[in-house]
Structure formats: structure tokens, C-alpha cells
């Protein structure tokens, strides 16, 4: 989560900068299949889909290869294991709020609001996963 808070949030101007209107529209397809998601499993596939697009959308293949290294440290059975104990309807209808809220700020063009939305997001995530005391 500290990598992911540090990083994340930090690519999102580049997303903004680069992003084009198929990048925008995967990102919204994630959207789609994250709300419509049935299980902890079937939302955390999506998730990672959303997320991975963010840095897809900066065309810059060094930090497409540090999202990847994030999706893969998130592939870790103890990070699974956190988000299925924590799934809940009213999380699932937060997480996908938050997650419009970033897309959103990528199609309008507005970089700090994504950059602040992706941290409001992972904060609730690490708060959810690890306690407030993380």
C-alpha cells in the first residue's frame, strides 16, 4: 500500500496529459464491470484492470512496468485474502464512487482532482485493509 500511495496517485498527470478517447473509454468499461461485479474476486479482476489503465494511459512503458510489478505484489495471497474479508456491498458502491471520481477528473482533464481522488481512494483501501493505525 505505501508503493501504491507513493506511485499511483503520482501518475495520474501523465494519464491526464496523454490519455486518449480509447483510454478513457477501457476506463470506463473497468468501471462498468467493477459495479457490476458479484464477488470479492470477480470486483478485485476488474479492480486491477482499472487501476493498470491509469498507467496504460500515460503510453510510457516504464511506468506501465511499475504498474505491473504493483499488480503482481497484489496477486500475493495475503493481499487477496485482506480484500475478500473486507468485501461488502457498501464497500463495493464506495470503492466504484471513488474509482468514477478519478476517471471522471482523467476526462475532464483535470489533473490535481485525479491526483487527489486516487489518494482519497487508497487511503479508504488502506484504511479498510490495514486499520486506521497503518
Known sequence: MSSRLILE???????????????IE???????GGDGARSSEEF??????????????????VLIGVSQLLIDSRQQPIWGGLKKRTFNPELHREYCGEHEDIVDAIAD????????????????VRTTLLGDSA
Open 109 to 124: 482533464r483535470d489533473p490535481d482532482s485525479a491526483r487527489t481522488a486516487m489518494r482519497t481512494h487508497l487511503r479508504h
Open 44 to 61: 478485485e479482476r476488474w479492480d486491477t484492470a482499472l487501476h493498470h489503465s491509469f498507467a496504460l494511459a500515460t503510453h510510457n512503458i
Open 26 to 32: 477501457e476506463m470506463r468499461r473497468c468501471l462498468r
Open 9 to 23: 496517485p503520482e501518475l495520474l498527470p501523465l494519464a491526464v496529459a496523454a490519455a486518449t478517447r480509447d483510454d
